[in-house]
């Protein structure tokens, strides 16, 4: 058992976990010790783009949960992976950069949580960015997260985007500037044709920062409390097990999954689940690990009569050469891909006054994402729903740290979940059938029945339909009883503890969480100064 003290510990250097550690180490009056669980980011896989289809699988950076079987719905398994290395998922993640809209972030300043209002988020967005468009009213440069556009257009692109503007919707050059509605090229979070991770953009400058300790293959078991004060964090590393103290605070960022499985392991949680585990009760919190939230999607698949997919590059030796030499000396080509290269937001049920379905085009397709390509060309068109009401939940069910926690999702339980799906799987498929893409398509491949019966589009989204990989919401942020964290991230009940990652988002935002969660460890990293100072 080795005792230091520091003012600050985080543990996890995911998205929050990374922007926490340069920031409050920034003034060089502190003292912070980085624990994560992972390794280093050294493999190259995971700064060439196209690494993502490798780090899907690989445990060497990666969880590898998976999800409960739904009692209902989604009756099976579904992957569940999440990063374990310096840079969390933000380090295996597709790339794709995008803030959600700004009703999300009004609506969390309705629920309760002063400061979170979309005025108040945008600055921390713009703080955060280095963007290839330019400063504006909405975007800012010279930050440490570099966002990009695509190096070069591609034809399918192109004529998804022309037939989506046929089916009577609108361009969109800026998914993340004054609106979200429409269609166009999407950006990435690569710097020069490589990954921008939260580690490249935040951590590795700051590594030599003498007030900095990062310490990786270093898995945090549990928070030492003092009566209802956290005080340390217990952690093995290399078969040690190791006690580090904090003078100040600690920051839970250990991601939508393992934050409220720490909190439980160390007493924090629902009183039934601690008495059952023998979890000495530290705080009876029952809201920690409910509120789990993810964009369930449906991934539409095409075979196409041009081999200029990714399919054909990995299929073949001759593009193959091609596309590596290309990324070798230009850092183009297949390999400098995000995992979409365009896509749409639309608005799909009735009811809904901005976008609720987010359809991606992706230029592969596969049976098993992280799965072997299809031996023909392909490209997939996965329509998401963007503010699901179904709800999950996150539960320890061993008392051992290394064990994986319970992830219950219940997609598809809320009516209004089924209903919007389906008519988003309806639209997409319109514009599928324009002439505009459809003279690329040979046929329809999954489903593959290409019917718009309600039941047979339910059915395979029963059968098929997938997660988009954004648990949040397991630590909710309110200012209610129930709430896990309160506005400024505290977590309630307990003292000198706060989470900063995904799960604290009352609500899932409309789009993907990496930028966000990066502006929620900006905002978090002012606070934990402020009230410190
Ligand atoms: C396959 C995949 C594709 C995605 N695609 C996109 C995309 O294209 N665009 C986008 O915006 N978002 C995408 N996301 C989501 C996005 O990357 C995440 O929402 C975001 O990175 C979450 O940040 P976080 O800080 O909450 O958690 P993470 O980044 O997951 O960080 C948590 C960190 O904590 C560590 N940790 C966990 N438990 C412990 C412990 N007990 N002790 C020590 N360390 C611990 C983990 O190893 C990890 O490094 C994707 C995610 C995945 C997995």
């Not at 029952?286 to 009569?305: C, I, S």
């Not at 590059?313 to 593009?319: A, C, D, I, S, T």
């Not at 609500?507 to 969480?513: A, I, P, Q, W």
């Amino acid at each position: 058992m080795v005792n230091r003290i520091y003012d600050y510990i985080i543990i996890g250097a995911g998205s929050a976990g990374c922007v926490l550690a340069n920031r409050l180490s920034e003034s060089g009056k502190h003292n912070v010790l980085l624990l994560e669980a992972g390794g280093e980011d050294k493999s190259p896989w995971v700064h060439i783009p196209i690494g993502y289809g490798r780090n899907f699988s690989n445990p060497n950076v990666n969880w590898l949960y998976e999800s409960e079987p739904g009692v209902d719905w989604v009756k099976r398994r579904i992957k569940q992976p999440r990063g374990k290395v310096i840079g969390g998922s933000s380090s295996i993640n597709g790339l794709i950069y995008m803030r959600g809209q700004k009703e999300d972030y009004e609506h969390w300043r309705q629920l309760g949580n002063t400061g979170w209002g979309y005025d108040q988020v945008l600055e921390y967005f713009k703080k955060s960015e280095d963007q290839e468009k330019g400063a504006g009213k909405f975007h800012g440069v010279g930050g440490p997260l570099t966002v990009s556009d695509p190096r070069e257009k591609h034809p399918l692109a192109d004529a998804y985007i022309k037939a989506a503007i046929n089916s009577g919707y609108k361009l969109n050059d800026d998914f993340n500037g004054s609106e979200q509605e429409g269609f166009g090229y999407q950006q990435w979070t690569t710097r020069n044709g490589r990954r921008c991770s939260a580690a490249v953009g935040f951590l590795n400058p700051v590594r030599r920062r003498k007030n900095l300790t990062i310490e990786s293959k270093a898995h945090t078991n549990r928070i030492v409390f003092d009566g209802i004060r956290a005080v340390g964090v217990e952690y093995e590393q290399r078969d040690q097990i190791k006690l580090a103290m904090a003078a100040r605070e600690i920051l839970i960022s250990a991601g939508a999954y393992n934050s409220p499985q720490l909190l439980q392991l160390s007493g924090v949680g629902p009183s039934d689940i601690l008495s059952e585990l023998e979890i000495k009760m530290v705080a009876n919190r029952e809201g920690v690990g409910k509120n789990l939230q993810d964009h369930f999607n449906a991934p539409l698949m095409f075979e196409l009569n041009e081999n200029f997919t990714l399919n054909d590059v990995l299929n073949r030796w001759g593009p193959k050469i091609d596309h590596i030499m290309r990324y070798l000396f230009q850092q183009r080509g297949f390999l400098s891909m995000g995992v979409a290269y365009a896509g749409g937001y639309i608005k799909a049920h009735p009811s809904s006054v901005s976008p609720d379905i987010q359809n991606l085009l992706m230029l592969f397709t596969s049976e098993l994402i992280g799965g072997p390509v299809d031996p023909f060309p392909g490209c997939a068109s996965v329509v998401a729903l963007l503010r699901p009401e179904s709800r999950g939940s996150v539960n320890i069910s061993s008392a051992d740290p290394k064990l994986p926690p319970e992830i219950t999702y219940n997609f598809l339980t809320a009516e209004k979940d089924r209903e919007t799906l389906i008519l988003g799987v309806k639209k997409v498929r319109e514009i599928m059938r324009q002439e505009a893409i459809s003279r690329y398509i040979v046929r329809e491949v999954r489903p593959g029945t290409g019917s718009d019966r309600d039941e047979d589009i339910l059915d395979f989204l029963e059968k098929s339909g997938r997660t988009s990989y954004h648990p949040v919401g397991t630590c909710r942020m309110g200012s209610d009883d129930e709430a896990v964290v309160d506005p400024r991230l505290r977590v309630n009940g307990v003292k000198s503890l706060r989470v900063v990652d995904a799960s604290i988002m009352p609500t899932l935002v409309s789009g993907n969480t990496n930028a966000p969660v990066i502006m929620i460890g900006e905002k978090a990293s002012d606070m934990v100064l402020e009230d410190n100072s």
